[in-house]
Structure formats: C-alpha cells, structure tokens
C-alpha cells in the first residue's frame, strides 16, 4: 500500500519533472514503463511486455536491474526520473542491464534536481548490449540554480556483435555544479558506439568528460561527441579515447568546447589509438571563443549580439 | 539610397581602399566587376561593419545617415544585409531557422518559397543544419535566399555566383532578379562579367577605386579588355 507520505513525494516529482520538461502524461501511460526514483525511494516502477524492471532499496539510493527480453522491441520509450527534491540528500544508484539479443528499446530519463544546495547523485551502471540489440539512451537533467551538486555517471558498456549503442548526456539547465561523466564502452564485431555529451557551464560549474570507445571487433564503429560551452568561471575537461584494435574498425572523437568569458577555462585531451594496421582512427577538437563571423552574420540578419551568441550557444548544445 | 563617398581602408600600412567613391540608388542593381584582390569583399566588409573593418577615411551615407559608427546589428535593423562570399556554418541551426532569423515573422510556406526560388527542394532542406554538412554551394544558395527573406532595402551580394554549379547559377540570378523585383536595391559583386548582365549599372573596380561606371555590356566589355590581361591587379598600392 502506499503511504500518504509517498504519494505526496510521488506528486512532488511528477510535478518537478513536468516543469523539467518532461511528460506528464507518459508516466500515467499503462503501456509505458517506467521507473521513478526520489532519493532512495522507489515511488513507482512499471514494467511492459518485454521489459524486466527490478529494484531494491538501500540505504543511500536503489538498485535496478532492467531486463529487456530477447527479441523485443519495445514500442514506446521508457520513461526514467531519478530526483532529490530537497536540498540536501545523496542519491547512489547502482544499476545493471540487460539488452538481450535482437531486443529494441529507447530509454529517456530525467534526472531532476531543482533545489540542490548540497546533493551528490552518482550512478554505477553495468550494461550489456547483446547481439543485433539496439539501445538508445537519453538522460537530461534539470538542477536549479544553486551549483551545490556533484553528479557522478560512470558506465560500462558491452555491445554484442551488430549490436548498437546510442547515449545522449544533456546537462543544459541550470548550474552543472561538478560534473564527473565516465563511460566506457566495449563493441564486437560490426558493432556500433555513440557516446555524446553537451553541458552548459557557467559560474563556477566544473565539468569532466571521459568518453572511452573500444572498437575490439571486426568493422566495429565508434562515434565520441562532446559539446560544451564555458562561461563565467566554469572548467571543462574533454578526454575523447578511441581504440581501434580490429581490422576495419572505424572510430571518430569529435570535441567542441566554446568559450565565452575571460575566465573560464576548457581543455581538450583525444586519444587515438590503432592496435591494427586495417583499423582507423580520427579526431578533431576546436576549443576556443565563439567564431566572430558566425556572430556576425546573425547579426548581419538584424540579431544583437548577445541573440547571436544565445543563437550560436544554443545550436552546439541542441 | 547608399552614397559611398571617398572611402579609404589602409591595413597593416597597405592601401586596400584608395579613395573609393559609389552610389546605388534605390531599386538598382548596381555590378561591382572587379579582378581577384581588387578588393571586392573589403568594400562589403566596410559598409556592413564586420570583420573589425572600419575606414580610415571617406563617409558611408545610407538614406542620410552616416553609418560609419553603426554596429552591424544597428545597420541591419536600417535595412541593410549581406550575404557572404563564404558564409559561416552554423552548429545546430536548422535552415528553417536561419532563413527566419531576419524575417518578419513569417511562416513555413514563406520559407518554402525562398527556398524554392533559390533552386533547392523544402522537404529536402528546411530540417538540415546550416553545418559543415552542406557543400560550399549549397550553403551559399541558402545564405541568399535568407537575404530573399529578410527583404532588406539593400542587399550586399559578395560573389554570390562563386562556387556554384552550371545547374544552379540560374536560380542564383533569378533570385536576385526576384529580391530586386520585391524592393530590394542590390549590390552585386562579382568577378564574373557574365553576372552583371542583370544590372542596371557596373562600375569596374581596380586596385581598391571605382574606375568609371556605366552601362552593363560596355563595362563588361571593358572588364574584359582591360581588367583581364592587366598586370597590377594585385597591387594595390600603384
Ligand atoms: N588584413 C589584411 N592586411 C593586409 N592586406 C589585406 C588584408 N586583408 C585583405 N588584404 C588585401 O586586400 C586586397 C583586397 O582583398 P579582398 O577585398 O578580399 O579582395 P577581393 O574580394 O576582390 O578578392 C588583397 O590584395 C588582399 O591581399
Ligand atoms: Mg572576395
């Protein structure tokens, strides 16, 4: 049964999530699954044909173990909310999945933080792609604009052979605060890895990125894309590895980091790496101040130049 | 409407614009023809205020006002625009946006036609970025057709014929024709004496000055007896 206390809490997170920009109604959809989380409370989690949704509570967060079944593609994407709504709290969440063989699914989550002056919210995920599975993730977070949080992803992921791996890391709204992002994938033969990120930092927001792509099978390919834009006092740190250790392995590391401030500081670090002489590699980083005739020529269209930044910031990060 | 009077631009100690002096009047399409180097995008530069581009002698007149000490936000709002000879690709923003931008608010069918004017299929470009996705042609036929959308009063084309394909030149020059025929007065730059045949007045460019000005076929003529074989095109301090 649930407790008065849960369903205000319940209501508390669809309502921040909404205002996050999130769907309202895909949480109250049957045919969706989806999981909510609110510090280490389990406030709903539904599975749908195909999908295996189990989690346990601990003492600091939850952990979930998501099964999708072989062969199943799931229809509409699943809908994650991970959130502290208080100001003070520490969210750990320890996560393994599953993706079978030939199963389909997209997963958007939105990881919700809009009070924080003092909340650390990390996740440890084990993932494991199987063959021919494709897997598309999407994780968007809304903090507020006090900077008092740590958010720490670290993932690694196995992609079966022709299996495919697509993740997306939106870090766009209101103070990053420290962002320590680490995600490692794995990929057989003829399987596919995109890993991207796009952060806003501003302030005093510190952010790293290490974005690691293994290309171990034959014709594997790798895409590592990081897109940050620095204003203020914010860091950046981009570290973009790429291995190509099979034949016909194809792999890319695209980073762009804007800097927009006297103050604020990016650093770019691709690693390339060929362990086979059939294997190919390719990076291109351009760290720097926003392109001047791109600002112009919005300008030269009527903008002001603070719209023609606003413009330009807000199409890396799209 | 534009009344360029004098103008000079000296960089790094070299003369790039010698006492250059041109008027377009309203509703023309006034041909600057000129060689490589003469200084054809340094003139763009000066009178729509870019590139740090300000003269170090000579008076820019638009409608009465001197606009010398406008920012390039401030002279587009009066209506003035260009369209670059190498446009800036953009991350992020889709050509529907950027066609847009400069508009007054207009809707999606408004796009499509600009587009369409220019030779290029709305369902196969309105979602695409404005990125290092599109070729050089591409891109140059959508930075002129968001100069058709934004209607301006006078339309600074730098060699808007560069680049493009056999195919698509014609759609090119007809969305200048087009942009002329809505109230647009046009200054089209070219290196090309073919281009200007669609103007109502040429003036040849040499060495950073306007030479003379007349008629299209007699300085076209002209442009290709002189200006080809001429040996100082590149120096500009003569
Ligand atoms: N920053 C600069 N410093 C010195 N000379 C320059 C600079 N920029 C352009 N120039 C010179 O000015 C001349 C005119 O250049 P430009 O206007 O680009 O010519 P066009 O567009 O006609 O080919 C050229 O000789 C070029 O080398
Ligand atoms: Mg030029």
């Keep these: 049964m649930i407790s008065y206390s849960v369903t205000k809490e319940y209501q508390g997170m669809v309502d921040a999530y909404e205002k996050a920009g999130g769907d309202r109604s895909a949480l109250l959809n049957k045919e969706v699954a989806k999981l909510v989380v609110h510090g280490n409370k389990v406030l709903s989690a539904d599975g749908v044909s195909g999908i295996k949704i189990e989690t346990k509570e601990t003492k600091t967060g939850v952990n979930i173990y998501f099964l999708v079944k072989e062969g199943a593609k799931i229809k509409h994407p699943v809908h994650l909310c991970f959130g502290v709504l208080p100001q003070e709290g520490l969210q750990e969440i320890i996560l393994k999945v599953n993706a079978q063989d030939n199963s389909e699914i997209n997963v958007i989550a939105h990881c919700i933080f809009p009070n924080a002056v003092k909340v650390i919210h990390k996740m440890d995920a084990d993932i494991e792609i199987g063959n021919n599975a494709r897997f598309n993730y999407r994780e968007t977070h809304y903090h507020g604009e006090f900077g008092g949080i740590e958010v720490i992803p670290k993932a690694k992921i196995k992609v079966g052979k022709g299996g495919v791996w697509q993740s997306t890391f939106v870090l766009t709204q209101g103070l990053v605060g420290k962002l320590d992002y680490d995600f490692e994938v794995f990929c057989q033969e003829k399987a596919v890895a995109e890993l991207v990120v796009k952060a806003y930092g501003k302030k005093d927001d510190d952010i790293r990125v290490w974005e690691k792509i293994h290309l171990d099978g034959m014709g594997a390919r790798g895409l590592a894309r990081a897109r940050l834009v620095l204003t203020d006092r914010a860091k950046g740190e981009v570290r973009g590895e790429t291995y190509g250790n099979a034949p016909y392995a194809r792999g890319h590391v695209d980073c762009i980091e804007l800097v927009n401030g006297k103050e604020a500081v990016a650093r770019a670090i691709p690693i390339v790496s060929v362990t086979n002489e059939k294997a190919k590699v390719t990076h291109e980083a351009a760290i720097g101040s926003i392109d001047k005739k791109q600002v112009e020529t919005l300008m030269a269209r009527g903008l002001d130049e603070n719209e023609a930044v606003d413009v330009i910031v807000r199409g890396i990060l799209r | ?238």
Excluded at chain 2, 62 to 83: H, M, P, W, Y
């Design chain 2, 1 to 238: 409407m534009l009344r360029v009077e004098n103008l000079q631009l000296t960089l790094n100690g070299k003369s790039i614009i010698n006492d250059l002096s041109l008027h377009v009047n309203k509703g023309e399409i006034h041909g600057i023809l000129g060689e490589n180097g003469t200084g054809k995008t340094t003139i763009a530069y000066l009178i729509m205020g870019v590139n740090n581009y300000k003269p170090t002698g000579g008076r820019m007149i638009f409608e009465d006002e001197n606009i010398a000490d406008l920012s390039v936000s401030q002279r587009a709002k009066k209506g003035i625009t260009l369209a670059w000879q190498e446009p800036a690709k953009i991350e992020g923003l889709t050509v529907r946006d950027y066609l847009k931008l400069g508009g007054n608010n207009f809707g999606i069918e408004q796009v499509r036609y600009y587009l369409g004017t220019v030779g290029m299929d709305p369902a196969q470009y309105l979602d695409r970025d404005i990125d290092s996705t599109l070729s050089g042609g591409e891109r140059k036929r959508i930075e002129l057709a968001s100069v058709l959308a934004m209607q301006p009063k006078l339309a600074i084309l730098d060699e808007p014929d560069s680049g493009i394909d056999i195919v698509s030149l014609p759609f090119i020059m007809n969305g200048i024709v087009e942009m002329n025929r809505r109230g647009s007065s046009v200054l089209l730059i070219t290196h090309n004496e073919k281009v200007v045949e669609i103007a109502h007045r040429v003036s040849v460019l040499c060495a950073g000055r306007i030479l003379m000005t007349g008629a299209p076929a007699e300085m076209s003529q002209w442009f290709k007896d002189n200006c080809r074989k001429c040996l100082h095109i590149n120096v500009p301090e003569y």
